[in-house]
């Protein structure tokens, strides 16, 4: 009888929480203006307790907003490094609209990532710097790190769950078949609706995203131990999706998924081949186990293709998102993640073992 | 074989059992598990994929034959529209692009320039 009593007051809390959630703050750590184009912004956070010379920028998707690098406090990945004393830079893309139907991946590649490294290395007065990049960022920052001349000031490149070679995943036999058309798309959307791509993304697990997200946060108000902050924050960040610039969209589906271009050699932005082989940099290749969107067998050609010598491989459970975002992240990824950095970050380029690591 | 007859309940297997209410619970979230792994197959399929192929193009295509009838109407009636307004943001953009242009050749003339040597201090007047 008690159950029935307090179901009304449960179903109403998480509602509550539902309904809440836009007040959720996210993204709080504090941070400068560096540099702003169009409607990409380079933010600085800066750390008390520096240690690492060599700075670290941040590249997240297209698709969504790079807050999830700073979820909330005590749970964010840019809290973790400025701990640990990084020099931190967020690249974000900002929100595009109509007026950036023209950015295609060679304006993210060939520009804004190279402008915003050009900044990164002036406001910190370094030399190097280490790129984090994560999904479709990651991507974006391997197709910069093959383009960068022999004198690049990238030392180091952290890549986390990036879609390389998509021959065999979910995206391509939704996207890659012929009946897709892609140019109707882009061409009736100067910007792709956040929204749409948000919907496409859930319908890859249509029950865990539609319906086991509410249940197992009812679960946890009926069982006393909701944590009101960690879903809102989350939750809120999932449902913020910037649209996708067409052009960009356009190139991403066709070049990434139609053609699988990257992994085979045959991008070419702005009359430049994309050659892996032409990546140096020290390389950290981070997968998840239960990753849908950028499965690890995705991911795995791309370490055969590179020329570093000093690359590892790391491969954690948890999903494309929760890998680095969730619950156990603070303890079963972040630390490694900081630990490869510090070896690396050193005043002396050459201090770090080169090895290849799995 | 001769069938057993049905043993009694021990308190170990009540207890494992749970009351009523849980034993609903756990039935339910096995349903919602069978029911994921269900369409997570199904959403992996050609046909599912043949569908939502002609299914996106039927939804784009009706957001434009829309976002078309408002535009009309909207240049009908001589009132700016959005595309007006995109129009100039993109002029906007391209201003801004040049300014980045030349932000960065003045970014690679510091690099290849020599720093400047430190300035005297001036020396005072004399009274």
Redesign the interface.
């Known amino acids: 009888m008690s159950q029935l009593t307090s179901l009304p007051r449960q179903l109403a809390e998480t509602a509550n929480i539902v309904l809440t959630t836009g007040d959720a703050v996210i993204g709080a750590t504090p941070k400068d203006i560096v540099w702003t184009h169009r409607k990409v912004t380079l933010w600085r956070y800066r750390s008390a307790v520096r240690r690492h010379p060599v700075p670290v920028l941040l590249i997240f998707a297209l698709i969504n907003r790079p807050d999830i690098f700073d979820l909330r406090p005590g749970n964010s990945f840019v809290e973790h490094l400025l701990e640990d004393g990084y020099d931190v830079f967020l690249l974000d893309w900002g929100v595009p609209d109509d007026e950036d139907a023209d950015m295609g991946l060679a304006n993210y590649v060939c520009d804004e990532i190279p402008w915003s490294v050009r900044e990164v290395l002036v406001a910190s007065g370094q030399r190097e710097l280490s790129i984090i990049g994560w999904c479709i960022g990651a991507t974006l920052s391997a197709m910069y790190a093959t383009l960068e001349p022999d004198d690049s000031p990238l030392r180091n490149l952290v890549l986390l769950t990036m879609p390389v070679d998509t021959g065999v995943s979910l995206y391509t036999t939704w996207v890659g078949r012929d009946s897709f058309d892609v140019d109707q798309v882009a061409d009736a959307f100067t910007a792709v609706p956040g929204g749409l791509v948000d919907i496409a993304n859930k319908m890859m697990k249509p029950v865990a995203n539609f319906v086991t997200t509410y249940r197992k946060l009812f679960d946890s108000v009926r069982a006393g131990t909701a944590n009101r902050v960690a879903y809102q924050s989350m939750a809120k960040w999932v449902a913020d999706n910037p649209p996708f610039p067409s052009a960009a969209y356009r190139e991403w589906i066709t070049w990434m998924y139609k053609e699988n271009r990257l992994i085979r050699g045959l991008l070419r932005l702005r009359g430049r081949r994309v050659d892996l082989a032409q990546i140096t940099a020290n390389v950290l290749v981070v997968t998840a186990g239960a990753d849908h969107i950028a499965p690890r067998h995705t991911t795995m050609p791309f370490l055969d293709a590179i020329s570093s010598v000093d690359v590892s491989h790391l491969d954690r459970p948890g999903g494309h998102i929760g890998l680095m975002a969730g619950s156990k992240a603070r303890k079963e990824t972040w630390p490694h993640i900081t630990d490869w950095l510090g070896q690396h970050s050193g005043a002396d380029r050459d201090t770090a073992p080169k090895r290849r690591s799995t | 074989m001769v069938a057993q007859p049905p043993s009694e309940p021990t308190e170990a297997s009540t207890a494992r059992a749970g009351t009523p209410?849980e034993q609903i619970q756990r039935l339910y979230e096995d349903a919602?598990y069978r029911?994921?792994e269900a369409?997570?197959g199904l959403?992996?399929s050609?046909g599912f994929?043949?569908l939502?192929?002609?299914l996106?193009?039927n939804v784009?295509?009706l957001?434009?034959v829309g976002?078309d009838a408002a535009d009309t109407l909207i240049r009908t009636l001589r009132l700016a529209g959005?595309?007006d307004?995109?129009?100039l943001?993109?002029q906007?953009?391209r201003t801004?692009?040049k300014l980045?242009l030349v932000l960065?050749e003045l970014?690679l003339l510091q690099d290849r320039e020599p720093p400047p040597p430190p300035r005297r201090p001036m020396p005072r007047a004399k009274p």
Do not use: P, W, Y
């Open positions: 209410a919602e029911a994921s369409m997570e959403v992996a050609n994929a043949e939502l192929s002609l996106t193009s784009v295509a957001i434009k976002g959005r595309s307004v995109a129009r943001s993109r906007l953009a801004e692009d980045e960065q970014r």
